[in-house]
């Protein structure tokens, strides 16, 4: 094997032949990390409104980020008649939700699933939720937006959000410009059981860019349609609270000056997650860090939820992150089975990639592997080592150092209930169930250390489904409203895939439907 700087080689296993053969290569490149400094996302003291001489600029709502929680609770406050100010860090918006697959997790009977042939309820997508978004599953919030989401897929149409009425099937990124697809673990054990299962991924529909990039031009434009102002180039520093512990407005650098922005009825803070701060990953969830790939731009530093918590805020699940390991693409991969460092099974193959990748990282030490064998084995994407290759399984378990017997018994139990079309340990669909008996074997290497396992934080500020912020007694800060990844939302572990631009664009709507219901304090 001849090693390169940056990248290397690895044979592949024929399927084909018998035999380990080097027929092609296939190259892996190491993946750069942000240089993330110490202090990056440090918010400064909260700022007392008596120190406060003058306002350079006030509006009735102020919102922070123009991502895609920012750019909804905008449009829904400026729409219901309210004066807001938009404060974006960059010189555009979009943030990581531009970034993303641009997949939102709808349903209840959606026009998509309906032309698609696909029945659902508000009740089956809550009994679903309920099962997954834990563990301190949220129940008003997922209740509401299971009875609301049908309603919220018109808001984002009649905003310009554009959906094909096509289904695509499995996965959470669809390579098509198809919009439906089953983008969690809806048809797996045990949620199979627990809910009719039905696809309720909608990816936007593409104009020759992502459906990320495709979803925040579209909420952008929609933004330009109302009376809102941005500000780009604008980094908040801090909030300010007057005496009765109310948020009146923030501390914004600008232009390489402070400035000052009153907010009438309250600030929304809509400023990303925190898996760019290295502190906070460290003190909050450090088995995140351990990740290679962060799905972040450089705004999810954690400044907003750090603005919510020296304002008083909350914050709840912070530990909690979207754990993504990539190893669905080909579908035939999920005919093998994941083992851990001792050789043993430990979950059934065919739930979605997060669910598999939480298991992995938080209960199997990031120590996992994907064994396959000669009929079940294809060039994995994302690119991915093996670990071993050998010509029989107690050969294959030796090279792993694994306990002697244990993944010869592991694979001699499975096969011989796949045999049988069962799974009587995990439950794994019978359409993935393939005894592994056609040498060679190979692992393919999952351990976090060498694999492109993908994250982003989900904990955050806790909140009311009106968005408002509650401090740790469970009471209202005044003024104080937040959405997307800088509170805790629908989704904790046991994501499906479109929760969070779902939970952004839909909670930030309701803190902008909130705040323009609310009275407007005196000057």
Known sequence: MRERRFCWALPVISRKSTALVKEGYWLLGFMATPKIKRDMGKAASLRPAREVTHWDREADVVVVGLGAAGACAAIEASEAGAEVIALERMSGGGGTSALSTGQLYIGGGTPIQKACGFDD??????????????????????RMYCDQSVGHYHWLVEHGVPFKESYYGDGS????????????????????????????????????????????????????????????????????????TRVTGCVVRYEGEEQLIRARKGIVLCAGGFINNRDMVYHYAPELWRCRYRAASDGDDGRGIRMGMGAGGSAKRME?????????????????????????????????????????????????????????????????????????????????????????????????????????????????????????????????????????????????????????????????????????????????????????????RMAGRHLTDRAVPPA
């Not at 309820?121 to 997922?142: R, S, V, W």
């Not at 969690?184 to 199979?192: F, K, N, V």
């Not at 991915?384 to 378990?397: F, M, R």
Request: glycine share 10%; proline share 6%.
């Open 121 to 142: 309820t508000p009740e089956e997508m809550f009994k679903y939720l309920m099962a997954t978004c834990g563990p301190g599953e949220d129940e008003a919030k997922i």
């Open 320 to 508: 909690t992150g979207c754990i993504v390991l990539p190893y669905t693409v080909p579908k035939i991969l999920m005919n093998g089975i994941f083992v851990n460092k001792r050789g043993m099974r430990f979950i059934n193959e065919d739930l979605y990639q997060t669910t598999v990748g939480e298991a992995a990282l938080l209960h199997q030490e990031g120590h996992v592997y994907l064994i396959c064998d000669n009929e079940c084995f294809e060039r994995p994407f994302a690119p991915t080592e093996i670990a071993a290759v050998e010509e029989s399984v107690a050969d294959l378990e030796k090279s792993l150092g694994m306990p002697e017997g244990v993944l010869q018994n592991t694979i001699e139990i499975y096969n011989e209930h796949a045999a049988n079309g069962d799974d009587p340990i995990f439950h794994k669909g019978k359409q993935y169930l393939q005894p592994l008996t056609h040498p060679p074997y190979a692992a393919l290497d999952y351990r976090v250390e060498n694999s492109l396992y993908t994250v982003f934080t989900m904990g955050g500020l806790h909140t009311l489904p009106t968005a408002q912020v509650l401090d740790p007694d469970g009471e209202i800060i005044p003024g104080l409203y937040a959405a997307g990844r800088t509170t805790s939302g629908l989704a904790a572990q046991g994501y499906s895939s479109g929760l969070s631009l779902a939970d952004g664009t839909f909670f930030g």
């Open 173 to 244: 990124y669809t390579p098509t410009d198809d919009c439906l697809s089953y983008s969690g673990s809806e048809q797996s054990y045990p949620y199979c059981n627990i809910a009719k299962p039905a696809p309720r991924g909608h990816t936007v529909q593409q104009d020759g860019i992502e459906a990320g990039a495709q979803l925040m031009r579209s909420l952008i434009a929609a933004v330009g349609k109302t009376t809102v102002k941005v500000q780009e180039d604008s980094l908040v520093k801090t909030l300010v609270m007057d005496d009765d």
